[in-house]
């Protein structure tokens, strides 16, 4: 996160750092329909850009690789307007003043890809307006605000390494330390609600016992019982999705598997040179897909509001 410029409050920056599931396990569903999950998440080091600037009127454009792609999502359903204005509201309602906002949305990352996108554009609007409005709000409210966003919102606020579970609202810091990492998508959109949908098992086995230090071998070991039980539904809908996720294991990855609802798929590695080679090779092999070489944050690094 960095300010920019001697008027620190005029304009604020911030990352929609990309969210990676690294376990999903399905453990039951809810009465509304949507299911419970006990999720091991972390997140890269690269993400969206936002940029928020004091205007004269409110505004949201775009750039960056993947803008198209959102080009066609209507204003009312884009995340980061449903962010601004409902925490408008909120501080509003507490006396505090706000102001017109320029927002600059730089869409790095690819859109319905399983890694937060939405969720981390609108996490971050919420933490760049708090600090551009320099306001208060409880945290208890700014969580209600977030669920009610998106279920990975709240996940996406914290943007470091957590276990997840309820839907996405019981959330409690981890101990993983930083590994050096390739995010691969074949750059197949993929609708979330039709992956739940085509869940066949809703109450699997929770994950289990995290190790509590970042020791590099326990969390290796903790590593081989985990797995995301939205991958086989994902297989089935985008059958390049088993393709990543091969070609990430025969790269040598410490771990691999697929994240949230698919279709980018990731590998962790042990050193840098070898997360390197497996980007190469990817692409080299796929030129045509979208392959990133990133980091994961360490405990500790994220950005909590
Ligand atoms: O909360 P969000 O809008 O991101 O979720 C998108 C859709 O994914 C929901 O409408 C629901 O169909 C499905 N979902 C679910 N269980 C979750 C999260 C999402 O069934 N824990």
């Not at 969210?19 to 399905?26: Q, Y």
């Not at 990975?152 to 943007?159: G, K, N």
């Not at 070991?221 to 070609?247: H, K, M, W």
């Amino acid at each position: 996160m960095s300010l920019n410029g001697p008027d620190t409050m005029a304009r604020v920056e911030e990352i929609a750092r990309a969210k990676i599931n690294l376990a999903l396990h399905v453990t039951g569903r809810r009465a509304d329909g949507y299911h419970l999950l006990d999720s091991l998440v972390t997140f890269a080091e690269d993400g969206d850009e936002l940029r928020f600037e004091v205007a004269e009127t409110d505004s949201l454009t775009l750039g960056g690789a993947f803008a198209q792609s959102l080009g066609t999502v209507p204003p009312d359903d884009n995340l980061v307007i449903k962010a601004r204005d409902r925490l408008r509201a909120l501080v509003g309602a507490s006396g505090q003043k706000t102001t017109p906002v320029a927002i600059r949305l730089e869409k790095t990352l690819p859109v319905a890809a399983g890694i937060g996108g939405g969720s981390a554009d609108a996490a971050a609007t919420l933490r760049g307006l708090l600090r551009l409005w320099q306001c208060d709000v409880p945290p208890a409210s700014l969580q209600t605000l977030a669920l009610a966003l998106g279920a990975d919102v709240p996940m996406c606020l914290m943007s470091k390494p957590l276990r997840a579970e309820g839907i996405g609202e019981t959330l409690a810091p981890v101990a993983l330390p930083s590994y050096p990492m390739v995010l691969v998508n074949p750059l197949q959109p993929v609708s979330t609600p039709e992956i739940f949908q085509n869940l066949e098992r809703r109450d699997n086995p929770p994950i289990g016992p995290l190790p509590e230090s970042p020791d590099a071998n326990a969390w290796l070991q903790s590593f081989a019982g985990l797995r995301n039980d939205l991958q086989p539904p994902a297989e089935a809908l985008v059958p390049e999705i088993a393709e990543t996720c091969g070609l990430l294991r025969e790269s040598l990855a410490l771990f691999s598997g697929m994240s949230g609802s698919g279709a980018t798929c990731f590998g962790l590695y042990e050193s840098e040179r070898a997360a390197m080679r497996a980007a190469l090779a990817l692409s080299a092999y796929r030129p045509q897909w979208y392959v990133l070489l990133t980091h994961t944050v360490a405990a500790g690094d994220g950005d909590v509001p």
